[in-house]
RNA sequence: GCUGGGGUAGCUCAGUUUGGUUAGAGCGCCUGAUUGUGGAUCAGGAGGCCGGCGGUUCGAGCCCGCCCCUCAGUACCA
């Protein structure tokens, strides 16, 4: 026990894996991130809840969670033996707040932004510390809930100066009507769903071939894959090429005929119905480059037709989507009922049949409605995709779904995305409650665009110094201090110890703040004061080399009358901003 | 989790091939030239458990083993 030393061990200043501190410039940048979606949602009339950080186990996880289904949370036993843990996602809160708030008037609309903690792998944008914003209308079916969520997502970018942005939507009905559409088995829906969600960020192939014998990834690794038989496979090849083959062959056919003819609605509707499954098809072989396009007359016609739709995207996918749907109707009808699974009566494959129908169907519909909407709501429809290959992770959603991709940091995939979970509520009150929720990662997003210089980087939010060259002044400088500060404009006085006026325009600088308040005996006598431009000084640095020149170069700065000083600062202020 | 790259000064990295006394560079930082002016320039200075633990050796930044961290890809993601 005899230590001879007793040297203070050191402490390493380290965070925990995965956590990280937020510089000022960093924390300013996220917090304008975060006040611009506050305000959006606010003035959509959402309003704002907060829920404690901690929560019991059974409310983040369900009555029966198992082990591994906790490895990737922050979980504990607390005080008083209480297993808990840090939430991981906002939404479990919300839907405990509303089932244990019976007098709640409903539709209930709020948004949050809260920390949430989740044992991830941290990665670039990725922490196990992170902020969520949150928006949810809960209470409501209505498919105005959605489109306004999408609406104000809209917005938000919009006010972010980030116009290169686009929400791609869906309805989990048609994919899961269309499993049940084509026969794939129920157990299997998931993975199938699991992998065609890879398509954004993996490609095409990569996605047929985990849909089969699987693929190898850059670094070597297997990938293991579904094994699917082929059948299937084309079949959700054609599903997924119906977004992609309406922007390539628009694009390509454009080019070669320069087509612009006014068509009537009847047309087009002819033209899904009719030619379009075959239309895929041949699109499907060209682009796998076996052959040509190869079309007859007819169709040929009935695409260029349809080329030149010029307003009507949107409602082009769902009608593609429709047709997709009557030509599997016309081949079931016909006895072309591929493979359903041989163990199957078939009775039973017709009730399996009709339900994907009707499911799918209902998809469309919906999303019809949300169009609609978002057209009343201003939204300009070139924001907003209907994309039917878009899935969303999360188990719990199972109706339209929708993700937000910046075109300008595509790399970190969606940055604002949701959709419709009627079930969540369930959990806690048995019933169920229709709703539908929204969810930004803002940390994740503020990685992105600081990295690509997307957003404003200040260090400091002070827009005035007051350097403090002679001590036998400070209640002068306290007292201009005060006045800058009652008008309205951040303001701090130089607090360091050092009289060295050199060191304190230096600091000036290295703050990043843009003025200079400028006070010593010569102002003093004269009832004057100068303010210098640190912005326009730094311009002129550029230019100047000769030490004793740049001391010269005074245009950056005034001496006024201290009567005079906060109108300059103002107008001072109000053009370095702009 | 899996596959691969990496960890040496605040940052970016050299040094590891072939083990050998005091571990280097650039940038940054501090002090001064310059206590009434940021940049540039000049002079000086501080700053290293060479990721950690164990092993081999007279001797390890370098060789061996285990672990940790980190970057990229990928899987999972309520």
């Known amino acids: 026990m005899s230590k001879k030393k007793n040297k203070p061990k050191k402490i390493r200043p380290e965070v925990l894996k995965g956590f990280k501190d937020y510089s000022p410039r960093e924390e300013i940048a996220r917090q304008k991130i975060v006040s611009v979606f506050k305000e959006v949602f606010e003035s959509f009339g959402f309003s704002p809840l907060q829920t404690p950080a901690l929560e019991k186990i059974e409310v983040l996880k369900g009555a029966d969670y198992g082990e591994d289904n906790l490895a990737t949370i922050f ?215 076996e052959e040509g396009i190869g079309l007859g007359e007819e169709q040929s016609t009935a695409i260029r037709n349809f080329l030149t739709i010029k307003k009507e995207d949107q409602l082009s996918v769902l009608r593609y989507a429709w047709s997709f749907m009557v030509e599997r109707i016309n081949k079931f009808q016909s006895g072309e009922l591929g493979n359903f699974g041989d163990n199957k009566s078939s009775e039973e494959i017709k009730c399996v049949f009709d339900e994907g129908i009707k499911e799918y169907s209902t998809g469309l519909f919906e999303l019809n409605e949300i169009r609609k909407y978002l057209e009343y709501l201003n939204v300009p429809e070139e924001k907003t995709i209907i994309d039917i290959t878009v899935v969303r992770g999360l188990g719990y959603y199972t109706g339209p779904v929708f993700e937000t991709y910046l075109d300008d940091v595509p790399e970190i995939g969606s940055v604002f995305s949701g959709g419709r979970y009627d079930s969540l509520v369930a959990r806690f009150s048995g019933k169920k409650m229709p709703a539908v929720g929204a969810s930004a990662g803002v940390d994740r997003l503020l990685a992105a665009l600081l990295s690509k210089k997307l957003i404003s980087a200040d260090n400091t939010v002070s827009e005035v110094l007051v350097t403090a060259m002679d001590s036998e002044f400070s209640g002068e400088y306290i007292k201009i201090l005060n006045e800058i500060r009652d008008a309205g404009i951040k303001a701090e006085i130089f607090l360091g110890e050092t009289r060295n006026f050199t060191k304190q325009v230096k ?65 001072l202020l109000s053009k370095i901003k702009s």
């Open 507 to 571: 600091y000036a600088d290295r703050i990043g703040v843009p003025i200079a308040v400028i006070l010593g005996s010569e102002e003093f006598e004269n009832g004057q004061i100068t303010i210098k431009n640190l912005i326009a000084g730094r311009e002129q640095a550029k230019e100047v080399s000769d030490r004793e020149e740049w001391l010269k170069a005074e245009n950056i700065q005034v001496t006024i009358d201290r009567k005079e000083m906060i109108d300059y600062l103002k107008k």
């Open 75 to 289: 979980n504990f036993t607390g005080p008083e033996k209480v297993e808990m843990a840090l939430r991981f996602e906002l939404t479990a809160s919300l839907a405990r707040f509303v089932a244990g708030n019976h007098e709640l008037p409903l539709p209930f609309r709020r948004y949050q932004f809260a920390p949430v903690w989740r044992v991830d792998k941290p990665g670039f944008g990725r922490y196990r510390e992170f902020t969520q914003f949150d928006i949810d209308s809960v209470g409501t079916a209505s498919m105005l809930a959605d489109a306004e969520i999408m609406a104000a997502i809209c917005k938000s970018f919009e006010k972010l100066n980030l116009p290169n942005y686009k929400i791609r939507f869906s309805n989990r009905k048609i994919l899961n009507g269309l499993a049940k559409m084509i026969g794939i088995p129920v157990e299997k829906a998931p993975d199938v769903f699991r992998v065609i969600d890879k398509l954004e960020k993996q490609g095409l192939d990569a996605v047929i071939k985990e849909l089969g014998a699987g693929r190898i990834d850059k670094s070597g690794d297997k990938i293991p894959g579904l094994n699917m038989d082929n059948e299937h496979i084309i079949l959700m090849r054609e599903y997924i090429s119906v977004y992609d083959l309406i922007v390539t062959a628009k694009h390509e056919l454009k080019k070669e005929h320069d087509i612009n003819v006014e068509i009537s609605d009847d047309d087009i509707a002819n033209f899904f119905v009719n030619y379009n499954p075959t239309a895929i098809r041949y699109f499907i072989k060209r682009e796998g480059r």
